[in-house]
């Protein structure tokens, strides 16, 4: 699948979820893309939305572009955050073109391959439905942004998992909360970074018997790379802003070792050069 985003005069390209996004829009770019790809990866099955029968193609389209875009409007709307961008996807059984203006979005798709056999009526659209699910490209999308560490510090109570459901904050806090209701750790976790003991407890998260908020920035910035490239899987795509940030010499060697076990699809976004250039 191919992901391109205009930004002003700008084209941002991302390729089968890999590679990197630099450049003076990128940041928006990169997390135009986050929400691109959250809104098809939660796209509910949608034969329950087509409630005309006498063209079931168009009518599924017509649901498919009705609730992609409301999916995409809705997250911006909750999180109150505005982007002014075009975005294009290319993927094998269909094509699709799009605006963002503010939290309103709108979209418009082409469908490329269709199956055979399609009858006017529910039978047919669940036929559909399952051949564009079968087939679309699906990829679980998390997002570290280039403040992580300050994130972190600020809300590191609501890394743990709590036994009546997993705490979290409001989405209104936009790209803070996409980031750290993403993370879920069970009371008892115990890791060692660069020589330091990181505990994550009923209280939350501790680094050397202190809360997050008394470490430094390069620790919490390992923790939270080390955390997603090390428990994603080849069904997520990792977009991580900024990946050097606040690391040391000895902070990007051990970066290297968890690219290295890292089984993720990732995306380096930064807005003054390529990762490691």
């Known amino acids: 699948m191919i992901v391109r ?42 034969y329950g939305k087509v409630n005309d029968f006498k063209d079931s193609l168009n009518s599924w389209k017509k649901a498919f572009d009705e609730t992609l875009s409301s999916m995409i ?19 094998e059984i269909f094509n699709m ?8 979005v709108s979209l418009s798709s082409s469908l490329l391959k269709i199956p055979e056999g399609i009858t006017n009526d529910l039978k047919g659209v669940i036929l559909l439905d399952s051949f564009y699910f079968n087939h679309m490209e699906r990829k679980r999308p998390f997002i570290l942004p280039s403040a992580r560490d300050g994130f972190l510090a600020s809300f590191y109570k609501f890394v743990v998992f709590q036994s009546e459901g997993i705490s979290s904050i409001p989405k209104s806090m936009g790209i803070a909360a996409e980031f750290i209701n993403s993370i879920s750790i069970n009371p008892g976790y115990k890791d060692e970074i660069l020589g ?19 470490s430094f920035s390069e620790l919490l910035s390992l923790f939270a790379l080390k955390y997603f490239l090390l ?8 977009i991580i802003e900024d990946v050097e940030a606040h690391l040391s010499n000895e902070g990007k060697a051990l970066l290297n070792e968890y ?19």
């Open 259 to 277: 690219l290295k076990t890292a089984k993720c699809n990732i995306i380096f976004v930064s807005n003054y050069s390529k990762f490691s250039e």
């Open 196 to 214: 330091h003991q990181i505990v994550v407890n009923d209280e939350g998260l501790f680094i050397d018997d202190q809360p997050a908020y008394n």
């Open 97 to 104: 073109k799009g605006k963002i203006d503010g939290n309103k």
């Open 5 to 46: 985003i205009f930004k002003d005069d700008e084209t941002y390209v991302i390729n089968n979820f890999n590679g990197n996004i630099y450049g003076s829009n990128a940041y928006e770019a990169g997390r135009v893309f986050y929400f691109i790809q959250k809104a098809i990866y939660s796209m509910p099955r949608l």
């Open 73 to 91: 409007s809705l997250m911006l709307t909750e999180g109150r955050i505005k982007f002014y961008a075009n975005f294009e996807v290319e993927s």
């Open 231 to 238: 428990n994603t899987t080849s069904n997520d795509v990792l």
